[in-house]
């Protein structure tokens, strides 16, 4: 299996403590693990969250909602939990 080393959430410092508020997941407290990933290179986790950030937002021809089902039927044909 493999590992991938990152920073435990409760560990931030510096740059990479700015981004926890950005990446938090406030339903459970914690980091997910897709921008968790990124906490050995806070420049790509900002990088990676802004385009979320970006895709996500609602337009004048999707609204946020439509957004999201988009996303689930995506993640579910992927069979990915994100």
Do not use: F
Not at 28 to 48: T, Y
């Amino acid at each position: 299996m493999a590992r991938i080393t990152v920073v435990p959430d409760d560990e931030w410092e510096g740059e990479l403590a700015e981004m926890y508020s950005r990446v938090v997941d406030r339903t459970w407290g914690r980091v997910d693990n897709i921008l968790g990933v990124h906490s050995l290179n806070p420049r790509g986790m900002a990088a990676h969250q802004s385009l979320y950030e970006s895709a996500m937002s609602g337009t004048a021809t999707l609204r946020k909602v439509e957004r999201e089902l988009i996303a689930l039927v995506v993640s579910l044909t992927n069979d990915c939990h994100y």
